[in-house]
Structure formats: C-alpha cells, structure tokens
C-alpha cells in the first residue's frame, strides 16, 4: 500500500512568496531621479518638435519663427512659475501657498485695469512694449519686497502676518480693479479682459530673450543652493542649528521668487494655479524630496504641460480656448482638494 505523508503542519511548509504582478511596480517613485529626468526630457523635447511641425502650411520660415517665439514663452513661463512655487514651498514649508496666491496677479489685473482707466486702451495698446513690461516688473517686485520684509522676523508668527497682509492686499486689490472695472466704458472693459489671461500668442521677441536670459540666471543661483533648500525643508530650527544662515538664504529665496513670478506675469499674464498644479505632480513622481531632483523635474512638467497641453488643444482638439482657463480650472481643483485633505487630517 502506497505510504500516505503525515499532515503538514505549521512550520513544516512555508507559503511560497506571491510574485503577482502589481501595477506599483511601474509607478514612477520607482523609477531613479536619473531616468525620470531622462524620460521627461524626451517627452519634452517630442511635444517641442510636434508644436513645430505638425500642421505647418504657407511661408515655412515666418510659421517656425511665430511657433518658436511661442515655444520660448510657454519654456520660461514653466521655468519662472515651477521655480518660483517650489522655492516658496520649502521657505514656508506649505505645500498649498504659491507666489500667486499671495497677490501678484491681483496688482497685475490692478494694474492693467489703472492703466486703461487713466490712459485710454488705445494708449495702452500702442505704448512701447518694453516701457510697459519694465513698468510691471519693477512694481511688482516692489511690491514682493514690501511684502516679504515681515517674513522671518520673529519666526512662526510672523510668517503668518506674511501670509495674512498677503491674502488681505490681494482681495483689497481686487476691490480697487473691481471698481474701477464698473466705472470704465464697455467697449475699454472688452480690451481690457483680454489682458485678465495668460497668452502666449502675442509675446514680443525682444521681451522673451530679456526674460530668458533673467529667468536663466536665476534658475542658476537656484541650482547652486539646491543643497541649502534640502536643509531648509527640514524646518527653520533644524536649519539654524546645521549651520545655515536661515535669514540670508530665505531673503535670497523671496528675492528671487519675486523676479520669477513678476517677469512671468509681466510677459504672458497671470498663472494663479499652474506652478501648484506642476510641484504637486513632481512631488507625487520623486521618491526623495531631494531638490537635485525636483528643480529639472519640476521645469520639464511645466514645459510638458503647456506645450503638450497647447499641442492638443490646437492641433489635435481644434479649441480656440486659451489653454490658461484649463489649467486654472485643474489647478483649482487641486488646490481645493490640498485644503479639504489638510482639514480632514
């Protein structure tokens, strides 16, 4: 008679490991920051080189030359704006605040609104480009400036003054272009509108190569403290006590917020949500909140995003919308559901 085998107990067998496939196994925290770079430049570079050839008709040399002014906008705009964001992330330590939302396009909506006002639109159309674009950035700069000297004064409390007279100066500004709004011709409000959204069609070539050279010096001085924002990210005590010099480093930080956000506003228009929207992804695909990694990820997003975005929406989907709208509505999406996921922690 064949031998029956004893009933296995416990110990006896072990359960052989489960090697189903998970689809964790392709998320992109999985992926090294070296690859993910690299698979985010070729996408980068494929939507640079669809925009530019796909659809092109008529004089060849004048079609590249507007789509390549046009793809150098949309470029510094997702450098400037996802820069900014996440060097004002690590300084304050919020993952919801941008330098947007502390007021910059409310004075740039103010200021558009003051000058059709007081000036005609017809002045304000026919001003020089350049006279105009120095005039907005160097008020807004001012205006950061005044704004950031509460910061870091005297710690926790006064980071929230910061954030408060932000919040509160950006609504007062809304009131003032709100009124002034109401008391203008129809006709002036019209052109006036156009103004209120981020355009990338109608950018001058000389005002993109002085924001990009500013935008690439910037971008520079920020690779170059990419260590110091590790330490920041720790908090400010840690910070201090590991030897860096909080208060220098965040009044270079805000300085060089400031002139991200005013040259990127001041040559295509406002984007409140797009650097919320670009960080929050390249924190959701880095698997260590190291800023060697995020500040290429977090500019190849940006460009991935509107020139990726712009390409569908023109070419493919044939909208006439500006591709701004879309991203603010996504944005303020996310941003609603930062605050309702904070609030339910």
């Known amino acids: 008679m064949p031998k029956?085998?004893?009933p296995a107990s416990a110990g006896t067998l072990r359960a052989l490991p489960r090697r189903n496939f998970s689809p964790a196994l392709l998320s992109p925290k999985r992926i090294?920051?070296?690859?993910?770079?690299?698979?985010?430049?070729?996408?980068t570079l494929g939507c640079v080189v669809a925009f530019m050839v796909i659809d092109l008709r008529g004089n060849l040399s004048y079609a590249l030359s507007r789509r390549g002014i046009r793809v150098g906008a949309m470029v510094v705009v997702a450098v400037a704006v996802g820069l900014s964001t996440l060097m004002f992330q690590t300084v304050t330590a919020n993952r919801i605040l941008t330098p947007?939302?502390?007021?910059?396009?409310?004075?740039?909506i103010l200021i558009q609104t003051a000058l059709v006002f007081t000036l005609g639109s017809s002045t304000l159309l026919t001003a020089s480009p350049a006279l105009k674009f120095g005039v907005e950035v160097g008020l807004m700069i001012v205006f950061s400036a005044l704004l950031y000297r509460w910061l870091f004064t005297g710690g926790t409390g006064a980071l929230?003054?910061?954030?408060?007279?932000?919040?509160?100066?950006?609504?007062?500004?809304r009131g003032f272009s709100s009124l002034l709004q109401r008391l203008m011709e129809p006709s002036e409000y019209i052109v006036l509108q156009d103004l209120f959204f981020a355009s990338f069609n109608q950018v001058e070539p000389l005002l993109l190569g002085i924001s990009a050279v500013i935008v690439a010096l910037v971008a520079a001085v920020v690779w170059k403290l990419r260590k110091s924002f590790d330490v920041l990210a720790l908090g400010r005590e840690t910070a201090i006590n590991l030897g860096v010099d909080h208060r220098r480093i965040v009044t270079l930080v805000l300085v060089l917020c400031s002139i991200l956000v005013a040259i990127s506003t001041a040559l295509v228009g406002p984007v409140t949500f797009f650097g919320l929207l670009v960080v929050s992804l390249a924190y959701q695909m880095v698997r260590k909140f190291s800023h060697a990694a995020l500040i290429p990820i977090v500019c190849l997003l940006g460009a991935i995003t509107l020139i990726g975005g712009q390409l569908l929406l023109e070419r493919v989907f044939g909208f006439a919308t500006a591709l701004s709208v879309i991203i603010e509505f996504a944005g303020g999406l996310l941003f609603l559901y930062l605050l309702l996921k904070g609030s339910l922690k």
Do not use: K, W
């Not at 090294?32 to 996408?43: G, R």
């Not at 947007?100 to 740039?108: A, E, K, Q, R, T």
């Open 100 to 108: 947007s939302i502390m007021g910059f396009d409310s004075l740039y």
């Open 160 to 173: 929230h003054l910061m954030l408060l007279v932000g919040i509160v100066i950006g609504t007062l500004f």
């Open 4 to 6: 029956t085998l004893p």
């Open 32 to 43: 090294s920051p070296a690859a993910l770079i690299t698979v985010l430049a070729v996408i």
